[in-house]
Each structure stands twice: as C-alpha cells, then as structure tokens.
C-alpha cells in the first residue's frame, strides 16, 4: 500500500515529463521485443532504468546546443526529438528512418545531435565543436552522454584536458550505473569520477534521485555558467535495469533483485497517473511499430 511517506520520497511528475520517460521505457521494451521475434538484426542497447536522465536535461538546452550520444543513446535521442517513427525506422532499416537506415541503433546524425558506438570518440568531437561554438560566441553548448566505464579510455582525459585548458562550454552527463558491460565499477574505476573532474579544475555536480523538478533547480544555475566556459561534469548515479545488449546480462539475480527501478518507485507512489500514461505510451508505441514494420525498406542514395 502506498503511504504518505512514499509520497513525499517520490515526488509527482508532470504529465509530460512522465509520459515521454514512459515512452522511452515502452519503445525499449519494445526493441528487445522485436529482437525475440527475430524481426531486427545486429545489435542494440537499451536504457532501461536511465530514461529520466535525458528527460531531465530536456528543458535545460536550447536549439542551438549539440548533444553527443552513445551506444546506449534512443533515449538520449527521444528526448530531445520525441521522434519514435524515425527511430525505430531507422533500428529496422524502413522508410522515414533519420539517417536512411545506415546508421542504425548506434550511429545517427540529425540537427546538431551525434551519436557513436565508439567508447569516448564523442568527447574529442565535442571539444572542437565547443570550440566553434565559444569563438562564435552563441552562448550554445555541447553535452557528451559518456558511461562511467567510458573512463577507462585515453581520449577522455586528452580532451578534458583541452576542455579545462581553453574553458570550452562543455557539460560531461556521467550515467553512472555502476556497470561496464559485464564489469563493476569496484573493478574497473581507480578513485572516484568527482575526483577525475577536481584533477583537471573541471566542476562535478552529483545527481541522485529522479525528482526532475529539483535536478533541473539544481542544474540550471551550473549550465548557465558553462555557456560562459566553465565545463561541468554532471554525473548521475543510476541503474541499467537491463541487458548490456539484448540478452546479455551477466549479473546474478540476487543483484538484479536489488536495483530500485525508478519505474516501480513511482508506479507504487502515484499509481492512477503512472498506469494511465503508461498504458497511452505503450499503445502509442504499439502503433509506431505496427506502422515501421508495415514500411518498405529504406533507400539510400549516395550524395
């Protein structure tokens, strides 16, 4: 039963803020779906558990930032296009796909948003595009999604440092879920990721918890200061509650058991808005795929 204390640790979201975290959990479930049904190839690689994170940065950026996505990156791209058709379109290589469905799961360009399947290509990218940005002088940013196993890679500490050196407006969003592909972080993060941020003289700001009103309070003010070229390391602890990449999951039951899922915490605090919005966003989404999968395949012309 829901007491008034869970209430009160789970504050009520916005209908809206809710209902695009609840797509982009309904569209993920819905790719692992259609894997089983052998109807995608390759591979891909939800954010199952993270989809509050990108939601939360939504209305903290403007048209003209650019947001460098990862391998684990549709929620990244749904929350800054609500684009569903062309996603999935582009995951199944149908018609309307958003890079003509050769870039895939991983790799899709659209209006100043990047995403690779590359561990920390995106943050060299983003420090010269911060760069344009800073002697343009458009008060625009780049936000780099990295992973904390992404730490593990050189390319990250060469452009921190550039990034530190010549105050590039950079904002570093840490999805720390505590897990690279098979790896725990005890295992594989010497020291702390705050302490890598005060290394290079870069801010860190923690985030934990799903209460997006007092995450972009919190924000809003640090953002503001990085548009004027004091990057900023945001790092969010949270949970992959899903496979690294489809099915693919090496950790224990016991430990899987113990992830405090975002989407049971509300759904036990607020339960009539939480089953009403889902059920909008899984038929929503049902009907997104029943529309891409009707399509012809795409068509690539070489420019």
Request: aromatic share 6%.
């Amino acid at each position: 039963m829901t007491t008034t204390l869970d209430r009160a640790l789970v504050p009520k979201l916005d209908d809206a803020d809710l209902s695009l975290m609840l797509e982009i959990r309904a569209f993920e479930l819905k790719l692992l779906d259609l894997f089983s049904q052998g109807l995608l190839n390759g591979t891909t690689h939800t954010c199952l558990g993270q989809e509050y994170v990108p939601v939360a940065l939504r209305p903290l950026l403007t048209p003209g930032d650019h947001v460098f996505s990862n391998h684990r990156g549709h929620g990244h791209y749904l929350a800054r296009f609500g684009d569903l058709e062309g996603l999935l379109a582009e995951i199944m290589g149908r018609e309307g796909a958003v890079c003509a469905g050769v870039g895939g799961s991983q790799h899709i360009r659209r209006d100043g948003y990047l995403s690779t399947g590359v561990q920390g290509e995106s943050l060299p990218v983003a420090a010269g595009v911060a760069l344009h940005l800073a002697r343009a002088g458009s008060g625009a940013l780049a936000l780099v999604y990295i992973g904390d196993g992404t730490f593990g890679e050189g390319a990250v500490y060469e452009a921190l440092n550039i990034i530190a050196l010549w105050r590039l407006p950079v904002l570093v969003v840490v999805e720390n879920n505590g897990i690279a592909q098979s790896t725990p972080i005890a295992t594989h993060l010497a020291g702390t990721i705050a302490g890598r941020a005060a290394a290079f003289g870069i801010g860190h700001h923690l985030v934990e918890g799903f209460d997006l009103p007092g995450i972009r309070t919190a924000l809003e003010p640090l953002i503001a200061r990085v548009r004027q070229g004091e990057p900023l390391i945001a790092e969010f602890a949270t949970h992959r509650i899903g496979p690294h990449s489809k099915g693919d999951d090496t950790r224990p039951p016991e430990a899987l058991s113990e992830l405090r899922d975002w989407r049971d915490l509300y759904a036990a605090a607020h339960p009539e808005q939480s089953e009403r919005l889902d059920q909008a966003a899984r038929a929503r989404v049902e009907a997104v795929a029943a529309d891409v999968i009707a399509r012809p395949p795409s068509r690539w012309a070489r420019p």
